[in-house]
């Protein structure tokens, strides 16, 4: 199982991002994955998810600015940032709970928006 997030970067303040996650092993189709930022002293948080309807639930700081989406075809999961605020700032991953409970973190991207 393996899985890998990429795309981060360094954006200024009112940027633009899009992160895509690969999974490998498991199956984004059976399950609601999420993208998670982890930023600096701070816990993990979930920023958002997508269930196996499509129905997605963000937090509340990046609702209007972040969309996730899947491409179960491929197995691809998606979060298009934008409006990007130096808050947003931390190494975002992927996953899906069945690897959560396993204490399962894949590799993660770094995101740095500048003010």
């Known amino acids: 199982v393996q899985l890998q997030a990429s795309g981060g970067g360094l954006v200024q303040a009112g940027g633009s991002l899009r992160l895509s996650c690969a999974a490998s092993g498991v199956s984004f189709s059976i399950d609601t994955p999420g993208w998670y930022r982890q930023a600096p002293g701070r816990q993990r948080e979930l920023v958002a998810s997508?269930?196996?309807?499509?129905?997605?639930n963000y937090k509340d700081s990046v609702k209007g600015r972040f969309t996730i989406s899947r491409d179960n075809a491929k197995n691809l999961l998606y979060l298009q940032m934008n409006s990007l605020k130096p808050d947003d700032t931390g190494v975002y991953y992927c996953n899906i709970p069945v690897l959560e409970k396993t204490n399962y973190w894949g590799k993660g991207t770094q995101v740095t928006v500048s003010s």
């Open positions: 997508i269930n196996s309807g499509g129905i997605t």
